[in-house]
């Protein structure tokens, strides 16, 4: 029998390690100088040990991640061109966002007929006659989509619902019978990120959003099964966290399923959050937004897509998206982050987290199921309040210099001019309506920062020859 090469060496115990670092520590308190505090309330240890680990639970990773290029169907034949544009420049599936309701818009289906690529659906409205055409218009082309229609995702993020509750509910439970449509169940968690929410409460949130629909299903005579689920995520900049959020979150749906006793098949669509992104070096999006597609892909994405770096200021552009596409196109086909399953499983401290995430994230969904659900929560406005103070904290963090965005608030260049080159407005916008709830509003970290700086520029703009 052949010697392995760690035969020749004793194992060391989690015990005895942490005893050697107390030694070289020489003094020093081993909890205050090592351990990590965070605002999920998950003490982050200096290392993790096989001796602490126990694998209590298996988690079905994701079949293969697509690059996904998302579009707007508003102008049918630019969208059309855009769309076979970006399928030959590498785009492996599209994400189609449908504003409104319009029998011509069905054209850009047929044009893609003959594209054998995967196509996600949403719709941002609630017409049923509409969507009966479109799977009528699919079955006839042997397509099959994955949909996605989110009353609750409506009534969070604009204050109301599409219609009403009881119109609208009427309206998901009839997609069931769409034979065209794989998929009923759609939920976009991105507001609670994007909105300032830990990643606890994203993952808690999202969980009773889901929970709403498939009580609806239990209660309905269309209950089919397996129910496939469609969640779209914001992936932050907490690397191994967000990793592990996307873990967390297949554990948790996992976990819903089997105790309602039902099947769930789950379709994870990621993209980078904007909660981070900024005007300033805005250069250092680029790199934000390739770590968020990491953590994206590692935690077990479905369909990760990318966010330009000039989002947030600039209309769209043939740079800006190319260069978006193959920051995945690079993670994939030069980085080869496709040809490993599972990747990070085995990793002490990723699976630690994921276990933390999971069982915090549980106990927040139970609260809140235990004060009737969580639509009864967000006309409660108990669901903002935590959000709010969440993002408080965290904006907190950014002017006291604790947290970092660079180019931002540290490490700044002074001679960088943003005012003339805002063709977007990148700022939290307030609109005057009535809303039956206060809408969960997404806002980016640094906008006050940004509002001071933009106020300087125009403060020291030196007036021209002709204004003198």
């Known amino acids: 029998m052949s010697k392995k090469l760690f035969d020749d060496f004793d194992p060391v115990s989690a015990k005895a390690w942490k005893q050697k670092i107390q030694v070289d520590l020489k003094g020093a308190d081993y909890n205050e100088t090592l351990i990590e505090k965070t605002g999920e309330g998950i003490d982050v240890k200096p290392f993790y040990h096989a001796d602490d680990h126990e694998d209590s639970y298996v988690i079905n990773p994701a079949q293969d991640w697509l690059v996904t290029e998302k579009l707007y169907l508003e102008n049918i034949e630019i969208t059309i061109e855009n769309a076979k544009d970006v399928i030959d420049r590498g785009a492996e599936s599209l994400w189609i966002i449908i504003p409104e309701a319009d029998e011509k818009k069905l054209k850009f289906f047929k044009a893609l007929k003959d594209y054998n690529i995967p196509l996600y659906v949403e719709f941002l409205f609630s017409d049923f006659d509409f969507f009966q055409s479109v799977d009528t218009l699919l079955q006839d082309q042997g397509q099959t989509v994955l949909v996605g229609y989110d009353p609750i995702g409506q009534l969070a993020s604009s204050g109301?619902?599409?219609?009403?509750?009881?119109?609208?509910?009427?309206?998901?439970?009839?997609?069931?019978?769409?034979?065209?449509?794989?998929?009923?169940?759609?939920?976009?968690?991105?507001?609670?990120?994007?909105?300032?929410?830990?990643?606890?409460?994203?993952?808690?949130?999202?969980?009773?959003?889901?929970?709403?629909?498939?009580?609806?299903?239990?209660?309905?005579?269309?209950?089919?099964?397996?129910?496939?689920?469609?969640?779209?995520?914001?992936?932050?900049?907490?690397?191994?966290?967000?990793?592990?959020?996307?873990?967390?979150?297949?554990?948790?749906?996992?976990?819903?399923?089997?105790?309602?006793?039902?099947?769930?098949e789950l379709h994870i669509?990621?993209?980078?959050?904007?909660?981070?992104?900024?005007?300033?070096?805005?250069?250092?999006?680029?790199?934000?937004?390739?770590?968020?597609?990491?953590?994206?892909?590692?935690?077990?994405?479905?369909?990760?897509?990318?966010?330009?770096?000039?989002?947030?200021?600039?209309?769209?552009?043939?740079?800006?998206?190319?260069?978006?596409?193959?920051?995945?196109?690079?993670?994939?086909?030069?980085?080869?982050?496709?040809?490993?399953?599972?990747?990070?499983?085995?990793?002490?401290?990723?699976?630690?987290?994921t276990k933390e995430l999971a069982e915090k994230a549980l106990a927040i969904f139970k609260i809140i199921e235990a004060g009737k659900g969580f639509i009864q929560q967000l006309f409660e406005g108990k669901i903002q309040k935590k959000i709010k103070e969440s993002a408080t904290k965290e904006e907190e963090k950014l002017i006291s210099g604790d947290f970092t965005l660079v180019g931002l608030n540290k490490y700044?260049?002074?001679?960088?001019?943003?005012?003339?080159?805002?063709?977007?407005?990148?700022?939290?916008?307030?609109?005057?309506?009535?809303?039956?709830?206060?809408?969960?509003?997404?806002?980016?970290?640094?906008e006050s920062i940004e509002k001071e700086r933009l106020d300087d520029e125009k403060k020291n703009v030196q007036p021209s020859k002709e204004n003198k």
């Open 160 to 264: 109301n619902w599409f219609k009403n509750q009881k119109q609208d509910f009427e309206v998901l439970i009839k997609t069931l019978e769409l034979k065209s449509f794989s998929n009923a169940i759609h939920v976009d968690a991105r507001v609670y990120q994007n909105a300032g929410g830990l990643i606890i409460q994203q993952l808690a949130y999202t969980l009773a959003h889901l929970n709403e629909y498939l009580n609806l299903l239990q209660n309905s005579s269309q209950k089919t099964e397996p129910i496939a689920v469609n969640v779209i995520v914001s992936q932050g900049s907490n690397y191994f966290f967000e990793i592990a959020k996307l873990k967390a979150l297949r554990l948790l749906v996992e976990s819903l399923a089997q105790e309602l006793d039902i099947s769930i």
């Open 269 to 353: 669509i990621a993209e980078p959050t904007k909660r981070n992104q900024t005007l300033y070096d805005y250069n250092m999006n680029m790199l934000r937004s390739t770590t968020e597609c990491m953590s994206a892909i590692l935690g077990g994405a479905d369909w990760v897509n990318n966010l330009a770096y000039d989002e947030i200021f600039h209309k769209r552009n043939e740079f800006g998206e190319r260069i978006s596409r193959n920051q995945l196109l690079i993670l994939k086909k030069e980085s080869y982050f496709d040809k490993v399953s599972n990747p990070v499983d085995g990793t002490y401290y990723i699976e630690s987290l």
């Open 412 to 446: 700044q260049n002074p001679e960088n001019k943003m005012a003339q080159d805002l063709e977007l407005f990148p700022f939290l916008k307030y609109h005057q309506r009535k809303t039956l709830i206060e809408p969960i509003l997404e806002k980016r970290l640094s």
